[in-house]
Nanobody, 111 residues
Framework: QVRLVESGGGLVQAGGSLRLSCAASGIIFRVIPISWYRQAPGKQRELVASITVGGSTNYADSVKGRFTISRDNAKNTVYLQMDSLNFEDTAVYYC?????WGQGTQVTVSS
């Protein structure tokens, strides 16, 4: 059974940084693409960043230049480094692979 567990969320001031982690189990991690999504209150869930098996990355325009997705296949973990955070980044952040979602981690940016 595939399981994804996010961590690293919290409260941060605008301009600050956070690093989210998503640990995967029950799957051969190195052969799967994986993505980060977020959902703000009253808004639809949106794709933030994704990384392929080969390490190619893709970002939403709203986070380009501020967020970095990376993966450590030895640790079965994907990361989302978030810098220069602003109030609009406040959301629950989820990782996803195939059709499996994690439980999410809350990120709150105070203005």
């Amino acid at each position: 059974q595939v399981r994804l567990v996010e961590s690293g969320g919290g409260l941060v001031q605008a301009g600050g940084s956070l690093r989210l982690s998503c640990a995967a189990s029950g799957i051969i991690f190195r052969v799967i693409p994986i993505s980060w999504y977020r959902q703000a209150p009253g808004k639809q869930r949106e794709l933030v960043a994704s990384i392929t098996v080969g390490g190619s990355t893709n970002y939403a325009d709203s986070v380009k230049g501020r967020f970095t997705i990376s993966r450590d296949n030895a640790k079965n973990t994907v990361y989302l480094q978030m810098d220069s955070l602003n109030f609009e980044d406040t959301a629950v952040y989820y990782c996803k692979t195939l059709s499996v979602w994690g439980q999410g981690t809350q990120v709150t940016v105070s203005s």
